[in-house]
């Protein structure tokens, strides 16, 4: 711990030293433009590979990168980032060799986190044929961690968070990357934004006005 304090002292010192309003302009509030929900994965950070410095992102992580819509947790975040922050982009980013995914794609029991492993099943099962249909090993975990985070873009636009959001006058933009740790690039997915009217019509979620729309009419229809 001695080390970690050091090294803070020494970050605090040299930041103020590049630029004295430095932590006087971070105490004044946040508005950063993206939101980026990644993997817990060490190697992974979230500021390092993107070269975003304090402020700029706000951030989620968890195994495997996954949006979980019954993850308080997550919603917590994305709604804040959303509704309160008011970022522009929202990125999903996954990376190659992700332990997470790997364990998933195998059959063996770890405890506690194969519950949240299903989430990847899910998606193994939702792209069988492709998965099923690649020959080597190295190739198909790499398609799979990409699969996923594709998978989860998706996720999010089954939300009620990023569905609002949409409907608004400048709804962020949703993104898929994935980070390679062997070279430490990253790579954009071109998962294209969802919107509403692309949307499976089982996920939709009417807003609030809407729904007071539709009962509306409904009562007028069963009172004529």
Known sequence: MEEILENNRRWAAQSRQADPEFFSRLANGQKPKYLFIGCSDSRVSASAITGTGPGEMF?????????VPTDF????????????????MVV??????????????GDKQYGLIDGWLTGIRDVIRLHETEFSGIQDEAARLRRLVELNVIEQVRNLTKTSIIQNALRGPNPPKLYGLVYDIND?????????????????P???I?????????????AAFSNS
Do not use: F, P, W
Request: include cysteine; charged fraction near 20%.
């Open 202 to 204: 089982i996920y939709g």
């Open 184 to 200: 430490g690039l990253l790579k954009d997915l071109q998962v294209e934004n969802e919107s509403l009217a692309d949307l499976d």
């Open 92 to 105: 999903v980013c996954g990376h190659y060799g992700c332990g997470g995914v790997t364990a998933a794609a």
């Open 206 to 218: 009417m807003s609030a006005e809407e729904k007071s729309v539709a009962q509306e009419a409904s």
């Open 59 to 67: 951030v989620h992580r968890n195994i495997a990168n996954l949006v």
């Open 73 to 88: 947790n997550l919603l917590s975040v994305l709604q804040y980032a959303v509704e309160v922050l008011k970022v522009e």
